[in-house]
């Protein structure tokens, strides 16, 4: 049985992808002066999992072992300041 739908992305910065050429953007079908990355994604096993899902956090909490729940993305507050 599916419970649950979980979102994951390819993680660029572990596989070390790396941006090979820039590409115009269009707007409006019309070519602008604004370009973009063109990036060269790596095959790897490294993948991103969103874990704060509003509509599955608790079936995705239940399966991630206690020390991946701690986040590394957290900001310390006193030494933001410094």
Not at 25 to 44: D, F, G
């Amino acid at each position: 049985d599916i419970v649950c739908i979980v979102n994951i992305q390819h993680d660029c910065v572990k596989s070390q992808c790396t941006d090979t050429s820039q590409c115009r953007l269009r707007q409006e079908r019309t070519e602008t002066t604004r370009t973009k990355s063109v990036i060269q994604h790596k095959s790897s096993p490294f993948y991103l999992l969103n874990a704060y899902s509003i509509h599955n956090y608790a079936q995705i909490q239940s399966v991630i072992p206690p020390s991946l729940r701690e986040t590394s993305l957290r900001v310390n507050m006193q030494q933001r300041f410094v």
